[in-house]
């Protein structure tokens, strides 16, 4: 069973960064399709990046293009999300999310959740 733990998260200033990791036990990273979903309050799960080890495949939605960069460290079973130029429409929950299969942004289709972890953008 896979469980994932997100860490990294914090209040952090317009302009600034954070590196948030997904760290996964259990089976390894390149098994599966990793995302990061935020959830904002009154708003919907969104999708915000993801990474397919095994095929080195990584996709971002438009709104983080350019600012957020995702890796992976498989020796670490990590995966790690860079923020940079960060905003305060960034403020969110953000959640770590495995499934086996190609990159998707549809939340249903992801198999596996972490706890989240609350990066906060102060203007």
Same mark, same amino acid.
Request: proline share 2%; hydrophobic share 35%; charged share 20%.
């Given at each position: 069973?896979?469980?994932?733990?997100?860490?990294g998260g914090?209040?952090?200033?317009?302009?600034?960064?954070?590196?948030?990791?997904?760290?996964?036990?259990?089976?390894?990273?390149?098994?599966?399709?990793?995302?990061?979903?935020?959830?904002?309050? %009154?708003?919907?799960?969104?999708? @915000? #990046?993801?990474?397919d080890v095994?095929?080195?495949? +990584?996709?971002? $939605?438009? *709104?983080?293009?350019?600012?957020?960069?995702?890796?992976?460290?498989?020796?670490?079973?990590?995966?790690?999300?860079?923020?940079?130029?960060?905003?305060?429409?960034?403020?969110?929950?953000?959640?770590?999310?495995?499934?086996? %299969?190609?990159?998707?942004?549809? @939340? #249903?289709?992801?198999?596996?959740?972490?706890?989240? +972890?609350?990066? $906060?953008? *102060?203007?």
């Amino acid at each position: 069973h896979v469980q994932l733990v997100e860490s990294g998260g914090g209040l952090v200033r317009a302009g600034g960064s954070l590196r948030l990791s997904c760290t996964a036990t259990g089976d390894t990273i390149t098994t599966y399709t990793t995302a990061w979903f935020r959830e904002a309050p %009154g708003k919907e799960r969104e999708f @915000v #990046s993801a990474i397919d080890v095994a095929k080195g495949k +990584t996709n971002h $939605t438009d *709104s983080v293009n350019g600012r957020f960069i995702i890796s992976s460290d498989n020796a670490k079973n990590t995966v790690f999300l860079q923020m940079n130029s960060l905003e305060p429409e960034d403020t969110a929950v953000y959640y770590c999310a495995q499934r086996r %299969g190609s990159i998707t942004d549809i @939340v #249903s289709l992801y198999w596996y959740w972490g706890q989240g +972890t609350q990066v $906060t953008v *102060s203007s």
